[in-house]
T-cell receptor, first 112, second 113 residues
């Protein structure tokens, strides 16, 4: 079946370091991926997206990399700040389904 | 410009009861999707409404039903509540049935006791 999952449930980094959160997906037909940030008591907040015809996309302090060969994507956060502490989800969309499939999530804890 | 608003924010119900959750989409959005998020898990797709009809459905029993009104707002109804229905229920709106431009609300925390 379809799945979008994460390798690490918890990631602890020092303030100022770069963070890398990984995600694997199983549906080869997925053509659009989104990274979300979810803070306690809030809904998921869009961070960055990427389409399957791209392998890299950059935003402000964030970069998403997509490797379709191994069905893997990652979120890189530069100069991680305490405000980046949250749960991060990857989600995939496309193929036969018209719905977003979410992974389990990674908790990013930024140590001062 | 208001984003997606959900009500109530918190709710406690007894097993076997029925519950109705409400969602107002972001201005300009006509499609509403509902997700269930168990503690420590990613959101799971329940269903999507567009033009007042259910367009897509996830793997949820018929106890979960919904409705969309002409003003695009939506309700999620759950009958015969089970303890396992305790979760954060998220509403997301988008312009059209694609998932591009998804905006999530803050959710309704449902606790079944």
């Amino acid at each position: 079946g379809e799945s979008v999952g994460l390798h690490l449930p918890t990631l602890s980094v020092q303030e100022g370091d770069n963070s890398i959160i990984n995600c694997a997906y199983s549906n080869s037909a997925s053509d659009y991926f989104i990274w979300y940030k979810q803070e306690s008591g809030k809904g998921p907040q869009f961070i960055i997206d990427i389409r399957s015809n791209m392998d890299k996309r950059q935003g402000q302090r964030v970069t998403v990399l997509l490797n379709k060969t191994v069905k893997h994507l990652s979120l890189q956060i530069a100069a991680t700040q305490p405000g980046d502490s949250a749960v991060y989800f990857c989600a995939g969309y496309g193929g036969a389904t018209n719905k977003l499939i979410f992974g389990t999530g990674t908790l990013l804890a930024v140590q001062p | 410009d208001a984003g997606v608003t959900q009500s109530p924010t918190h709710l406690i119900k007894t097993r076997g009861q029925q519950v109705t959750l409400r969602c107002s989409p972001k201005s300009g959005h006509d499609t509403v999707s509902w997700y269930q998020q168990a503690l420590g898990q990613g959101p799971q797709f329940i269903f999507q409404y567009y033009e007042e009809e259910e367009r897509q459905r996830g793997n949820f029993p018929d106890r979960f039903s919904g409705h969309q009104f002409p003003n695009y707002s939506s309700e999620l109804n759950v009958n015969a509540l089970l303890l396992g229905d305790s979760a954060l229920y998220l509403c997301a709106s988008s312009p059209g049935t694609g998932n591009y431009g998804y905006t999530f609300g803050s959710g309704t925390r449902l606790t079944v006791v």
